[in-house]
């Protein structure tokens, strides 16, 4: 079965940055574009952002752009995210998953996640 372990998450001062990595099993992962989704306290999941199945195209919703990253090594089974110049707004559990579209209701295949704390 297809298995996604996210990780890298942790406490990151404003401004700071982290980068978070995602390990997949079961599947053959470059076959398949992903995504990073990200969950805050009280709200809905919400895109973050989309890599192509070679990493030649991504796509990242309007307020990650110029600070978020996106990149996957095929090689390893494994997707990342950069993020710089983090807000107090990207405190979030983020996700991998293999929905763009936004719709998650139907999706099963979730990882743990992992926790994106921004305080000072």
């Known amino acids: 079965e297809a298995q996604l372990v996210e990780s890298g998450g942790g406490l990151v001062q404003p401004g700071g940055s982290l980068r978070l990595s995602c390990a997949a099993s079961?599947?053959?992962?470059?076959?398949?574009?992903m995504s990073w989704v990200r969950q805050a306290p009280g709200k809905g999941l919400e895109w973050v952002s989309t890599?192509?199945?070679?990493?030649?195209?991504?796509y990242y919703a309007e307020a990650m752009k110029g600070r978020f990253t996106i990149s996957r090594d095929n090689a390893k089974n494994t997707l990342y995210l950069q993020m710089n110049s983090l807000k107090s707004e990207a405190a979030a559990v983020y996700y991998c998953s293999g929905v763009h579209d936004g719709d998650y209701g139907g999706y099963d295949q979730w990882g743990q996640g992992t926790q994106v704390t921004v305080s000072s």
């Open positions: 079961g599947f053959t992962f470059d076959d398949w574009p």
């Open positions: 890599i192509s199945w070679n990493g030649g195209d991504t």
